[in-house]
């Protein structure tokens, strides 16, 4: 088991979520009419939107996980080349209602990131790292 094919993430209100990463411009072919779940094409995996409380239910649906909120644990990342990139990214994400949780820096490991945190509270690194590179369709090769 070496690939994530699909990353999912529950939100509290679909809509907001289904419209604030359209306008992040993450691409889909599905149309918001009150969907039940939404898959979002990315490089290499789907992001996928299903109803926070219904994703706790499908995990344990006698004792489902206890919702919470704040930092999981985990983020998510997108990963640019040049630090312009970074840049807009958060500019987009600011635009579009994100919270800036960190301004674009330099950080310790030679690179230049920020983070954004969207609608649901999921933190989004927006990285740029100099020693990488990225294929054709846009995957990083190490």
């Given at each position: ?5 699909v990353?999912c993430?529950?939100?509290?209100n679909?809509?907001e979520?289904f ?12 149309e918001?009419n009150?969907?039940?779940v939404?898959?979002f094409?990315t490089?290499?995996t789907?992001l996928?939107l299903?109803?926070l ?6 995990i344990?649906?006698t004792?489902?996980p206890?919702i919470?909120t704040g930092?999981?644990g985990i983020?998510?990342a997108?990963n ?5 990139e970074?840049?807009e990214v958060?500019e ?12 674009p ?5 030679g690179g230049?990131s920020?983070y954004f945190v969207?609608?649901n509270?999921y933190?989004?690194e ?8 990225f294929?054709?369709?846009g995957?990083?090769?190490f």
């Open positions: 088991m070496n690939k994530a094919s990353i993430i529950g939100v509290k679909m809509e979520s419209n604030f990463y359209k306008k992040l411009g993450f691409s889909t072919k599905e918001w009150n969907q039940p939404v898959f094409d490089v290499g789907k996928e299903y109803p409380d219904l994703l706790a239910k499908d344990d649906e004792n489902p206890k919470t930092f999981s983020t998510l997108h640019v080349a040049s630090e312009k970074v840049d958060i987009l994400a600011r635009k579009n209602g994100a919270t800036i949780a960190k301004e820096k330099k950080v310790f490991w230049y920020g969207d609608p509270g933190y989004w927006v990285a740029y790292n100099p020693g990488w590179k294929d054709e369709t995957l990083i090769v």
